[in-house]
């Protein structure tokens, strides 16, 4: 089954930047379309960020601005640069294919950011 590896979060103070990483063990990586998507405590998952096999983008409008999603196809890997941060980015971060996800979902990363 494909493997989802997350990394990079922490703890920030509100304004800081944080870079996500997400290593993907598939090896038709270069044709998916993938998201980085995000679980506050008490609220659904969401999508923060998704980006397609030729590099288009969307975002969140709540990150719009701030964040950017890149890939590198020969490292089978997606980033989330995150830019001045706010203390309702804190959740749990979670790359996965976009808009079908994998049935099987990474451990995440802890994004803290403090007020």
């Known amino acids: 089954q494909v493997q989802l590896v997350e990394s990079g979060g922490g703890w920030v103070q509100g304004g800081g930047s944080l870079r996500l990483s997400c290593a993907v063990s598939t090896s038709i990586f270069s044709f998916n379309a993938m998201g980085w998507y995000r679980q506050a405590p008490g609220k659904q998952r969401e999508l923060v960020a998704s980006i397609s096999s030729d590099r288009s983008t969307n975002y969140a409008d709540s990150v719009k601005g701030r964040f950017t999603i890149s890939r590198d196809n020969a490292k089978k890997t997606v980033y989330l640069q995150m830019n001045s941060l706010k203390y309702e980015d804190t959740a749990v971060y979670y790359c996965?294919?976009?808009?079908?996800?994998?049935?099987?979902w990474g451990q995440g990363t802890q994004v803290t950011v403090s007020s």
């Open positions: 996965n294919r976009w808009p079908s996800t994998y049935a099987y």
